[in-house]
């Protein structure tokens, strides 16, 4: 079943412990981003990599790191966690430009 | 600055009926256009999308109309059922990019 697999579902963490959420997707997608969600914002691209070892930032990346070290995983680091990370974050990927994007089930994110 | 508009929270159509959501957009470079449907603890799912050189795409029940003089587009469902009931993202992007920018969402439920 093609998918796009995020973990943990949530997650609640102290101010300034470093966290990673993890992201694999099986339909071997060049493109992969992040998003996160918040009331009244809608979706917000945080990053996004286009290839392996290729990553961009998108419109919100102030606190986040990425990597894609293989073309299936794009791990989210937060390296040192503020609650107004607090939010619902989901990962997608895409097979090419102008094609729909696949989602996570998301990862709800508290930090206290 | 929100590239992408849905100047509608919400909306409330009778079982039956038609829905329509609407969307507007700043940036002419957009090419692509996608509406994405979401349900509680649940990722975004691909509704439909429509390439900046048609105008009209249709799939079942549900049409994307786009108007690239006006910079808007709209979602048609006809007739709308109660499993409609969801949050709608519409989503632009420009060719040669990754970047997926989103709406604000417009929550639509479907009465009997």
């Known amino acids: 079943e093609a998918q796009v697999t995020q973990n943990p579902r949530y997650l609640i963490t102290v101010t300034g412990k470093k966290l990673t959420v993890t992201c694999s997707q099986n339909?071997?997608?060049?493109?992969m981003s992040w998003y996160r969600q918040d009331p009244g914002l809608g979706l917000r691209q945080i990053y996004y990599?286009?290839?392996?070892?290729?990553?961009d930032k998108g419109d919100v990346p102030e606190g986040y790191k990425v990597s894609r070290k293989e073309k299936r995983n794009f791990p989210l680091i937060l390296e040192s966690p503020s609650p107004n990370q607090t939010s619902l974050y989901f990962c997608?990927?895409?097979?090419?430009?102008?094609?729909?994007?696949?989602f996570g089930q998301g990862t709800r994110l508290t930090v206290v | 600055d929100q590239q992408v508009k849905q100047n509608s929270p919400s909306l409330s159509v009778q079982e039956g009926r038609i829905s329509i959501l609407n969307c507007d957009y700043t940036n002419s470079m957009f090419d692509y256009f996608l509406w994405y449907k979401k349900y509680p603890a649940e990722g975004p799912t691909f509704l439909i999308s429509?390439?900046?050189?048609?105008d009209k795409n249709e799939d079942g029940r549900f049409t994307v109309f786009l108007n690239k003089s006006a910079k808007h587009l709209s979602l048609h469902i006809v007739p709308s059922q109660p499993g409609d009931s969801a949050v709608y993202f519409c989503?632009?992007?420009?060719?040669?990019?990754?970047?997926?920018?989103f709406g604000t969402g417009t929550r639509l439920q479907v009465f009997p």
């Open positions: 339909m071997n997608h060049e493109y």
């Open positions: 990599s286009m290839n392996v070892e290729v990553t």
């Open positions: 989503a632009a992007s420009a060719q040669g990019t990754d970047k997926l920018i």
């Open positions: 429509i390439s900046s050189i048609k």
């Open positions: 997608a990927s895409r097979g090419t430009e102008n094609t729909e994007a696949f």
